[in-house]
Every structure is written in C-alpha cells, then in structure tokens.
C-alpha cells in the first residue's frame, strides 16, 4: 500500500515555465487535495476534488491548474511558473466517509528563479 | 468561514520543562480540531485529534490538547519536553459540513534548549 505519493520531490523551474506536480493514492479516495507551505503562512488550501471529475478552488488557486479525470490522480499544473510559487507542495487524501482520517503526501519541494 | 490562530510564532523551551502551545478557532458550526508536527525538511505527521466526547485528547509522543468550546481553544501541552520534539507544531481545523476541507494555523516552532 504505497498511500500518497508525490513527484517529483525536487524540482527548479525558471520564470515562465511549466509543470506538473503528480500526485496519486491507491486507496480509493474520494477527496483529494493540494497545499502550499511557506515560512509563517502553514498549509494554505490551493485546489481540492470530491471526486473523479469534479474540482474547486480553495484558499490561493491563482497561478495553479488541476484536473481529476481519474480517482487515483489529482495533477497540480503551474502554467507559468513565477518565484512566488516557490514553496512546499503537499498533497492530500482521504475518504469522504472518514472525513477525519487524511493521509499527506511526502512534499514536494519547488524552486522558481 | 473559520479560521485558525496559533498565537506563538516560536517557543523556546529548556529540556524536560513542560510546555503549552496556544491554538485557537473561529467557526460558526461544529469542528474537528488537529495538531500536527513537522520535523526539518519532513513530511506532516497526526499527532492528535478531538472528534467528539471527552475534551483531554492524548497522542502520540507523551502530547495531550484540551478541547475548550467555551474559549474555542485546542491547546497543546507536554508535561516534560524532549531535545527530539523539536520541530514545528500546526493546529488544523475542519468543520462537519461541505467538503470538510483541513484549515491549518502559521504554525509554532518548538525548540528544545539542552
């Protein structure tokens, strides 16, 4: 039972560039989620999903893209990378009948120069 | 909306001393509360969590929080802290309706003194 798994765990873009941070879970979750992390702000809520097909905004959604055409897959897409972003990527899953049992993905951490 | 606010930025702590970290919510229906830790360059790990019932919610690493509804507080104390819980402690609520979406505070960072 791999859980969450993220990819890549490291990664250095330039301004303007593109990306995809993956993340899967093989336990059949329903919801699926994306934070940041930065020094004095915690996890800030980017995107979230209910379910294959279905995806809302959370706290800071600007600058980011998602898409959940499976269960298992929930990619983050930084369509034009700016250092703002520069940050810690977790991602998030659980089932929606156990709404206090998530299970967090290792981080990714993102660099934009 | 709700919201959360861990009111130390940093707390600094001598070893086997015990300690609080202060966490409190807003929010206009009911709530589940969570602390986490984070270790340098490390993933999140669960701590503890308050669901429903008993206030004293005990977890792993010798941690406790007390839910009070009253103050809407969830503070986290240890009786006698370790150079190993060093770290950076997040207080995180989710409410009972909607996507029950996981709201995190800024976070406290513990350090351990020798």
């Known amino acids: 039972n791999a859980g969450v798994t993220q990819t890549p765990k490291f990664q250095v873009l330039k301004t303007g560039q593109s990306m995809t941070l993956q993340c899967a879970q093989d336990m059949n979750h329903e919801y699926m989620s994306w934070y940041r992390q930065d020094p004095g702000m915690g996890l800030r809520l980017i995107h979230y999903?209910?379910?294959?097909?279905?995806?809302d905004q959370g706290e800071v959604p600007n600058g980011y893209n998602v898409s959940r055409s499976t269960t298992e897959d929930f990619p983050l897409r930084l369509l034009s990378a700016a250092p703002s972003q520069t940050s810690v990527y977790f991602c998030?899953?659980?089932?929606?009948?156990?709404?206090?049992?998530?299970?967090f993905g290792e981080g990714s951490w993102l660099t934009v120069v | 909306a709700q919201s959360v606010t861990q009111l130390d930025s940093q707390v600094p702590v001598f070893e086997e001393a015990p300690v609080e970290l202060r966490c409190n919510y807003s929010s206009s229906v009911s709530v589940y509360l969570f602390w986490y830790v984070q270790y340098p360059n490390q993933g999140l790990q669960l701590l503890l969590k308050y669901l429903s019932g008993s206030t004293l919610v005990k977890g792993i690493n010798g941690f406790e929080a007390e839910f009070n509804k009253s103050q809407t507080s969830f503070h986290l104390r240890k009786p006698s802290v370790h150079i190993s819980d060093t770290a950076e402690y997040f207080c995180a609520v989710s409410v009972y309706t909607g996507a029950n979406n996981l709201f995190f505070g800024t976070g406290t960072r513990l350090t351990v003194i020798p």
């Open positions: 998030a899953s659980r089932l929606d009948s156990a709404p206090n049992t998530i299970y």
């Open positions: 999903s209910v379910g294959a097909g279905i995806t």
